[in-house]
């Protein structure tokens, strides 16, 4: 069983950039396929992007082209990139895990989340 740890959200204005990382313990993390999702107040949770066991990546229409996500084997990390952001693009930002090749649309871990809130 995989435990996750998001870091690295907080406050960019509107164009600025951020990386979230997620930090995964307890299992071996390259067999898990990874992805962020997000949950802005009021909204329901949505998938961002999600990246495989080998790599392979697909994103939300949302943030594609604005958004990357990687993954670092060797320190058991998923990363989302995000550039050129929007106020929309405020919300709870949340890792998710599946021991799988690819992830789920309702994965079976979680990580408790990190805040990104963009100002206009």
């Known amino acids: 069983q995989v435990q996750l740890v998001e870091s690295g959200g907080g406050l960019v204005q509107a164009g600025g950039s951020l990386r979230v990382s997620c930090a995964a313990s307890?299992?071996?993390?390259?067999?898990?396929?990874m992805g962020w999702f997000r949950q802005a107040p009021g909204k329901e949770r949505e998938f961002v992007a999600r990246i495989s066991r080998g790599s392979t990546t697909a994103y939300a229409d949302s943030v594609k082209g604005r958004f990357t996500i990687s993954r670092d084997n060797a320190k058991n990390t998923v990363y989302l990139q995000m550039n050129f952001l929007k106020p929309e693009d405020t919300a709870v930002y949340y890792c998710?895990?599946?021991?799988?090749?690819?992830?789920?649309?309702?994965?079976?871990?979680w990580g408790q989340g990190t805040q990104v809130t963009v100002s206009s």
């Open positions: 307890g299992d071996t993390f390259s067999t898990y396929a």
């Open positions: 998710a895990a599946d021991n799988r090749i690819i992830l789920s649309p309702t994965p079976a871990y």
